[in-house]
């Protein structure tokens, strides 16, 4: 397996246009997380997937995100009407359940440019 | 939201030195998770603890469950000028889904 996949992993976008991250998790993970790094920060959590349910989501993810993970495997993350506080590097991590011991593995990143 | 506070934030030492670095929060958690992120990359896991108290090597590195489970350590022996990066410690809460990240640890170390 060759670990969390991300795509694209940059890109630049003008403001008010919708954008869609994918994440493909490693195979046997079914718990998937999306996180959000600014420069010089840590990750900040945006929601968590166990399999296809969404069962949680951090205030940070306002109206305008919105994530799925139709069949529990892939994953995408779609952000409409793009704002300059948009820019960020997003993150994607997957682990096994909760009972096996928690590692979680993340993807190298989007890095999500509004201009 | 829960707050991992690391020290220090930044760290220049020389090559062969070795490096102590620490995580504190303000909450009890039931996993402590040890990454390092360079430039444009996703943060890559070197260490998980799982026990109050428990010691794990990967290496020259070493980290530590700290006994109140609100803090852990993570220590670099001989640092060498790829260990450049910035550490961060995520922490996972019982009950709880997700992990909640430090502000992170600078290192650069000087050949």
């Known amino acids: 397996d060759t670990g969390v996949s991300q795509d694209p992993r940059h890109k630049i976008t003008k403001r008010g246009q919708n954008v869609t991250f994918r994440c493909d998790p490693i195979?046997?993970?079914?718990?998937l997380y999306w996180y959000r790094q600014t420069l010089g920060q840590g990750p900040e959590f945006l929601t968590y997937f166990q399999n296809e349910a969404q069962l949680e989501k951090s205030r940070l993810l306002s109206d305008r995100f919105s994530a799925e993970r139709p069949k529990g495997s892939f994953s995408t993350l779609e952000i409409q009407r793009t704002e300059q506080g948009d820019s960020a590097m997003y993150l994607c991590a997957s682990s096994l359940p909760r009972d096996v011991y928690t590692e979680a593995f993340f993807g190298q990143g989007t890095r999500l440019t509004v201009v | 939201g829960q707050q991992l506070n690391q020290s220090p934030q930044s760290m220049f030492i020389q090559e062969g030195e070795d490096v102590s670095m620490n995580c504190t929060s303000s909450?009890?958690?039931?996993?402590w998770l040890w990454y390092k992120q360079e430039p444009g990359e996703g943060p890559v896991l070197l260490i998980a603890l799982y026990k109050a108290g428990e010691l794990t090597s990967n290496g020259r590195l070493t980290a530590q469950f700290g006994i109140t489970r609100k803090d852990s350590f993570l220590n670099i022996s001989a640092s060498i000028p790829s260990d450049v990066g910035i550490y961060f410690c995520?922490?996972?809460?019982?009950?709880?889904?997700?992990?909640?990240f430090g502000t992170g640890t600078s290192l650069t170390v000087i050949p």
């Open positions: 995520a922490g996972l809460p019982l009950p709880g889904n997700q992990f909640y």
């Open positions: 195979s046997e993970h079914n718990r």
């Open positions: 909450s009890i958690f039931n996993t």
